[in-house]
């Protein structure tokens, strides 16, 4: 602007903005200072102030004074629903004051608000374990919650947390600082995910009271706070006695899987059967010098290798006192080969269609999809598909698609059991990868990390998938590896697990003189992320799974069928108890629940017709009991289930 003279009082030049599609008011004119004022030109709510600005005596003739050259700023929020059509400028009509002012060079210009990030805050927490039995809910600036004992287990923290605004970074900070009568303990790690997990180790609680644990999660400058508080009251949740040293020794002894890439020269370790309780160092060849990583309990750790090549991998495992003093060490070492790509071949395979090729239909295996000698297990929470995928990029096109999560899992179960030797050792491989891309209709985590993210494997007996976790004789965890999944690439891995089912005290036999278990083997996935928290997005984890080799020593025992003849599910279950029936119920089927000692809890008569039977067990205290399927008064079945 310039200003040319005639100069008095207090002159304000006003920007305006008016929605006039029509055109400005006819015979009017804003620059006549005699009329009414000018807001009064225009329809009411269509005209807004844009700026104003105070011309000062000293203001000049030149344009090029760069005192003059001034900026109305306004934001996009305050202009009328319509948007704006014109603007002008004009004196203000409420002030004494006037000067001969000329404007040149109007530029309007876009310009980028300031950028906002704000808390979100924490949401959605939940405490739970390993053992799929505790699913405690709980809420920032809450009050305290009372958290069961678990010896040997600790707990498992997860919930969301979330950044609001425009420029909030792609990755947050979260810190962590628990503090109670066990000392002070503190973590922290970057997450690109709003799900978040943290591992609080038992060794945290060995004095029993009140603990608090404070989160800090950074949206770039701000820092969002969250305090949870919980009452834990244990006896020691990691003993050093004398049975659990000698239980710590043949746990380490168990070893470890393996899972080697088929393309480079990586490889993953996950300890079989060590608790929360013991921390691992990993080393190579030596364990003189620096450990290659430190894990706890079944936590995996990959790991480069630098060539080609024979390695012994050992695994120190050490268990410390209540009082922090060390209580016993044990090793073990396996020799692995890392052939940089490893070519994977299954000579002498026991499973039936093992890699999946043999009649495959496209599709999940409970509506249309078909893998001939596999099928997908009942009885296994909120429903999970197994889905049976063409796949280009598998080494025969056809690989198995498993999803699940804390609350639920879809399960894949050999449809027929093989009679394995009770004295069976071996190692059973299977080649394995995370999700890549999306499976069709299915809303699961793709490219990000889940909280303690894991693959299991089990053999089991009877019809009734252990799912989450071996419970009783029923069953033998092959391996339940933690955080194996997903890794952080795409390539396609074989992991090797090694076992020995001179441990497994089945109580089903088959074979010759009663020399093998009638065993089927389920594999599942899962993590501590569960349906209670997929509103705020896909809470169930993926695996693609192919080639499963059994090589394993199988006894003749002809062709093998139920030992019950019925399936039940959920299991374990809180209320209602659902049997699935070989065929209708005829007159005369009687469903007997008994107790772990023999004693009947409830009995009732089956519907007579239909096949699939409930029973309510809701008022039956917690613990395992047996079904019976009686006809005519003889038991023809027998499965066991656990009430929570």
């Given at each position: 602007m310039a200003c040319t003279g005639f100069y008095f009082g207090t002159p304000i030049l006003n920007a305006y903005g008016v929605y006039a599609p029509g055109g400005l008011a006819s015979g009017t004119s804003p620059i006549d200072g005699n009329l009414p004022p000018n807001l009064g030109l225009f329809p009411p709510g269509a005209t807004v102030q844009l700026g104003s600005h105070i011309i000062p005596s000293t203001c000049n003739n030149n344009f090029a004074n760069p005192a003059q050259q001034i900026v109305f700023s306004f934001n996009s929020t305050l202009l009328p629903p319509t948007g704006i059509t014109h603007i002008f400028f004009t004196r203000d009509d409420l002030t004494n004051g006037g000067v001969f002012l000329a404007i040149d060079d109007v530029c309007l210009k876009k310009v980028s608000c300031p950028p906002t990030c704000t808390c979100g805050g924490f949401s959605h927490l939940y405490v739970r374990n390993a053992l799929g039995s505790l699913n405690q809910p709980i809420t920032c600036e809450g009050s305290p919650v009372v958290l069961p004992c678990y010896p040997g287990y600790g707990y498992h923290l997860t919930g969301v947390f979330q950044c609001d605004g425009t420029d909030c970074p792609d990755k947050h900070q979260i810190n962590w600082t628990l503090s109670g009568p066990g000392g002070s303990h503190s973590g922290g790690f970057t997450d690109n995910d709003p799900f978040f997990g943290i591992h609080l180790l038992p060794t945290y609680f060995h004095q029993p009271g009140l603990y608090t644990l404070t989160m800090n999660g950074n949206c770039g400058t701000p820092v969002c706070s969250c305090t949870v508080r919980f009452v834990v009251d244990c006896p020691s949740l990691c003993p050093c006695d004398p049975s659990t040293i000698q239980a710590l020794q043949a746990n380490t002894a168990k070893g470890f899987a393996t899972a080697v890439s088929i393309v480079s020269c990586k490889a993953c370790f996950s300890p079989l059967a060590l608790s929360d309780c013991e921390t691992v160092e990993w080393y190579i060849n030596s364990t003189t010098g620096t450990p290659i990583g430190t894990t706890v309990g079944k936590q995996t750790l990959c790991y480069t290798f630098p060539a080609p090549g024979t390695y012994t991998v050992i695994m120190v495992v050490s268990r410390k006192r209540p009082d922090g003093s060390l209580c016993e060490v044990f090793t073990h070492s396996q020799t692995i080969t890392i052939s940089c790509p490893n070519i994977v071949d299954c000579v002498d395979p026991k499973l039936p269609n093992y890699s999946f090729n043999i009649n495959p239909v496209a599709g999940p295996l409970r509506s249309g999809g078909s893998a001939p000698g596999w099928k997908q297990a009942e009885g296994t929470g909120e429903p999970h598909d197994v889905h049976l995928l063409e796949y280009g990029d598998s080494q025969d096109g056809w690989v198995m698609g498993l999803t699940g999560s804390y609350t639920g899992a879809g399960v894949l179960s050999t449809e027929a059991p093989l009679c394995v030797s009770r004295t069976d050792t071996g190692i059973l491989t299977m080649t394995l990868r995370t999700l890549g891309d999306p499976i069709p209709g299915v809303n699961v985590k793709v490219g990000r990390k889940p909280?303690?993210?894991?693959?299991?494997?089990?053999?089991?007996?009877?019809?009734?998938?252990?799912?989450?976790?071996?419970?009783?004789?029923?069953?033998?965890?092959?391996?339940?590896?933690?955080?194996?999944?997903?890794?952080?690439?795409?390539?396609?891995?074989?992991?090797?697990?090694?076992?020995?089912?001179?441990?497994?005290?089945?109580?089903?036999?088959?074979?010759?003189?009663?020399?093998?278990?009638?065993?089927?083997?389920?594999?599942?996935?899962?993590?501590?992320?569960?349906?209670?928290?997929?509103?705020?997005?896909?809470?169930?984890?993926?695996?693609?799974?192919?080639?499963?080799?059994?090589?394993?020593?199988?006894?003749?025992?002809?062709?093998?069928?139920?030992?019950?003849?019925?399936?039940?599910?959920?299991?374990?279950?809180?209320?209602?108890?659902?049997?699935?029936?070989?065929?209708?119920?005829?007159?005369?089927?009687?469903?007997?629940?008994?107790?772990?000692?023999?004693?009947?809890?409830?009995?009732?008569?089956?519907?007579?017709?239909?096949?699939?039977?409930?029973?309510?067990?809701?008022?039956?205290?917690?613990?395992?009991?047996?079904?019976?399927?009686?006809?005519?008064?003889?038991?023809?079945?027998?499965?066991?289930?656990?009430?929570?």
């Open positions: 909280p303690g993210g894991g693959n299991k494997i089990m053999l089991y007996t009877g019809n009734t998938a252990p799912w989450p976790n071996c419970q009783d004789a029923s069953c033998y965890a092959l391996a339940v590896l933690e955080d194996l999944l997903p890794f952080d690439d795409d390539d396609w891995y074989e992991l090797s697990i090694p076992y020995n089912l001179g441990d497994w005290q089945a109580l089903d036999f088959c074979g010759t003189s009663a020399g093998g278990i009638p065993a089927r083997m389920a594999v599942y996935v899962g993590n501590y992320l569960g349906e209670e928290q997929q509103s705020v997005g896909p809470t169930r984890d993926a695996i693609l799974i192919d080639n499963i080799c059994f090589r394993g020593t199988t006894v003749n025992a002809g062709e093998l069928t139920s030992p019950s003849g019925f399936y039940l599910y959920p299991n374990p279950t809180t209320g209602r108890l659902t049997l699935k029936l070989p065929a209708p119920a005829a007159p005369g089927t009687t469903i007997r629940i008994t107790e772990a000692g023999g004693r009947i809890a409830l009995e009732v008569a089956a519907e007579v017709g239909n096949e699939q039977q409930q029973v309510q067990v809701g008022s039956l205290p917690a613990g395992m009991y047996f079904v019976h399927l009686l006809q005519a008064g003889r038991v023809v079945g027998t499965e066991r289930f656990v009430k929570h």
